[in-house]
């Protein structure tokens, strides 16, 4: 389970990101408001322990943005904050839980998993960019009438660019999500994945193309109307 904590006081982020490492998850930290926001949407997280005061854009800004673009990730806010207003404000905004600080680990620990779990009951059928649409229950993309059947990984590898509202997805950020930190797969793996998707996005007429960024990655991007 991937979990990112967004907190500006490094010590405590990175404390936070070795008791969760210890704990099983994988954690990651970002130490600013837009940095939060940009890994929040890229869709490699399962989970985002957010902190109300950062800097460039506070938590609740960065939240009210992740719900407004339609992006469900669980939040846990955590802020030094205490008073009912700030709670509200954070749950008005979007957040699904909120702890102050200081924390018990135990604590943490809890609403984490009982906030993962609860993002296992909401159904959301697809997902879409531009022309494409992309079943999460058959795996089949369409753009139109048009359709195709991914398989597993290419379903995988399809639903993070998908998600990422044309962000950047490295390939290593591909590996680690799609084929596991031991699966043994390699940057290879990943460009003849890329390459099937191309092919098959092409089949159904999209307009949509994976575009490749040397040195950096993919991302999906449109070029022309919504015509299928």
């Not at 990112?4 to 990175?14: I, P």
């Not at 949509?208 to 960024?213: D, G, P």
Request: net charge negative; hydrophobic share 40%.
């Amino acid at each position: 389970m991937n979990i990112l904590v967004v907190e500006d006081e490094r010590n405590l982020a990175d404390a936070i990101v070795h008791i969760l490492k210890d704990e099983d998850f994988n954690a990651e930290a970002v130490y600013d408001g837009p940095s939060g926001l940009a890994a929040a949407q890229s869709g490699l997280y399962d989970a985002v322990v957010l902190d109300i005061m950062l800097p460039g854009i506070d938590g609740i800004e960065v939240v009210r943005a992740l719900r407004h673009s339609g992006n469900s990730v669980p939040v846990l806010m955590l802020t030094a904050k205490t008073s009912t207003a700030d709670m509200v404000s954070g749950l008005d905004a979007g957040a699904d839980d909120y702890m102050t600080k200081p924390f018990e680990t135990p604590e943490l620990i809890a609403r984490l998993r009982a906030l993962t779990r609860r993002q296992g009951d909401v159904v959301i059928d697809e997902v879409d960019f531009a022309d494409l649409k992309l079943d999460l229950m058959t795996h089949d993309l369409s753009c139109g009438g048009r359709k195709v059947h991914l398989s597993g990984k290419e379903f995988s590898v399809m639903q993070m660019l998908m998600s990422s509202n044309a962000r950047v997805i490295s390939k290593q950020d591909l590996l680690s999500r799609v084929w596991g930190t031991t699966g043994g797969a390699s940057e290879n793996s990943v460009e003849a994945y890329v390459s099937f998707l191309r092919k098959k996005v092409a089949h159904i007429h999209s307009k949509v193309q994976i575009t490749t960024l040397r040195m950096l990655g993919y991302r999906l991007e449109y070029f022309g109307q919504d015509d299928c």
